[in-house]
């Protein structure tokens, strides 16, 4: 609920006007799967057109992280907030890579300098910077991913080194790999974290994916062996994602979408085909999501695409620049579906959302 009457009120104020308007639009575009926008442009206060993460907080703020700072969203009216010179309770770092909110409320922030944890009392932030002198220090400053564990615990992944966190000492407890074993860089990089049924942690890194248990032994290895010897990129897991039915989907640089099945321990594939207007739309997968319709929504790296839960298929959304309304941009970099079922795209030109209650989407760009 929001605390914010007042703020409430305009932004339900907002949401019928946006609905009413999309009624109006509705009755111009008549394709079944077309999926329509409108748009805010940066002078309304979006930091950045490139928009990394999404996630809502208890009082129904939407945060974004983006390539220039931090930005909250009421619904009517957006706040930034960036680095700082001479003030140690700002954010510390422009580039923001990681979004997480805990459960005391807090927003917890990762960047390529430093993970921030922001207090929405007092407005404040507390830096973790790492410092080899300092015992319980994150491993990294450059951060990948935050993590919640059905515990709560947040699980932090970065350039080198996973990191658990101490919320009682405010330490970081490190698991790294180490020499002599298979594959030894394979927890120094971590870019994505899910938790299965089971409670084991799944690990997405430049060496393939990892399946763990919480005290660091290591259960399985995935997409570890590049057959062709010569791709950097295919042991690379971009994103994790794990579904209602306790499915874990893998987005990978250049195998496609992969779903785990655990009763098999096999993996479903789903790739690029120019001949299949039934695949996904690009094999390098950025972003994983599933809707209250139980829809999966794939992010690429050259269009949207959604696995209609109903019929298995698959509807691709591109750019179409002679038409205003189509999905602003093509490269996906997150997705996320708030309290209110609206579902938020961010792309490399801004902010895409939509009702589900219908395919119309209105979105937040930078010219």
């Given at each position: 609920?929001?605390?914010?009457?007042?703020?409430?009120?305009?932004?339900?104020?907002?949401?019928?006007f946006i609905s009413i308007t999309f009624c109006f639009y509705s009755g111009i575009y008549s394709q079944a799967n077309e999926i329509k926008f409108y748009h805010l442009t940066v002078e309304d206060g979006l930091t950045s057109n490139g928009v990394t993460q999404i996630i809502q907080d208890r009082n129904g703020f939407v945060w974004l992280g983006t390539y220039n700072g931090l930005t909250r969203f009421d619904g009517y009216n957006f706040k930034a907030f960036l680095p700082e010179p001479n003030n140690p309770k700002s954010i510390s770092?422009?580039?923001?890579?990681?979004?997480?909110?805990?459960?005391?409320?807090?927003?917890?922030?990762?960047?390529?300098?430093?993970?921030?944890?922001?207090?929405?009392?007092?407005?404040?932030?507390?830096?973790?910077?790492?410092?080899?002198?300092?015992?319980?220090?994150?491993?990294?400053?450059?951060?990948?991913?935050?993590?919640?564990?059905?515990?709560?615990?947040?699980w932090i992944g970065t350039l080198n080194g996973l990191n658990k966190y101490n919320s009682t000492t405010n330490n970081f407890t490190?698991?790294?790999?180490?020499?002599?074993?298979?594959?030894?860089?394979?927890?120094?990089?971590?870019?994505?974290?899910?938790?299965?049924?089971?409670?084991?942690?799944?690990?997405?890194?430049?060496?393939?994916?990892?399946?763990?248990?919480?005290?660091?032994?290591?259960?399985?290895?995935?997409?570890?062996?590049d057959p062709n010897k010569n791709n950097l990129n295919y042991r690379k897991i971009n994103c994790l994602f794990k579904d209602r039915s306790d499915n874990i989907w893998v987005g990978t640089s250049t195998l496609g979408l992969q779903k785990y099945d655990s009763q098999t321990n096999k993996f479903i594939s789903y790739r690029y085909s120019a001949a299949n207007a039934n695949s996904i739309s690009n094999d390098n997968i950025t972003a994983i999501s599933q809707d209250k319709k139980n829809n999966i929504w794939i992010g690429t790296?050259?269009?949207?695409?959604?696995?209609d839960a109903e019929t298995g298929n698959i509807l691709r959304y591109y750019?179409?620049?002679?038409?205003?309304?189509?999905?602003?941009?093509?490269?996906?970099?997150?997705?996320?579906?708030?309290?209110?079922?609206?579902?938020?795209?961010g792309n490399s030109g801004g902010v895409s959302r939509f009702y589900q209650?219908?395919?119309?989407?209105?979105?937040?760009q930078e010219n």
């Open positions: 609920m929001f605390k914010n009457k007042t703020l409430f009120k305009k932004i339900i104020s907002v949401s019928f770092n422009h580039s923001i890579w990681a979004l997480e909110l805990d459960n005391l409320g807090n927003i917890w922030c990762g960047t390529q300098d430093g993970l921030n944890k922001y207090n929405p009392v007092t407005e404040q932030f507390i830096r973790f910077k790492n410092n080899h002198k300092q015992p319980g220090s994150i491993s990294n400053d450059h951060i990948y991913c935050i993590f919640k564990d059905k515990q709560g615990t947040l490190v698991i790294k790999q180490v020499a002599g074993t298979p594959n030894p860089d394979s927890l120094n990089s971590v870019i994505c974290i899910q938790e299965d049924k089971d409670g084991y942690l799944w690990l997405g890194t430049w060496n393939g994916l990892i399946k763990m248990q919480k005290d660091g032994k290591i259960i399985s290895r995935y997409f570890e062996d790296k050259n269009g949207l695409n959604k696995i750019n179409d620049p002679q038409k205003p309304l189509s999905i602003l941009n093509n490269e996906i970099l997150c997705i996320y579906e708030d309290n209110n079922s609206l579902v938020w795209i209650t219908s395919n119309r989407f209105n979105y937040i």
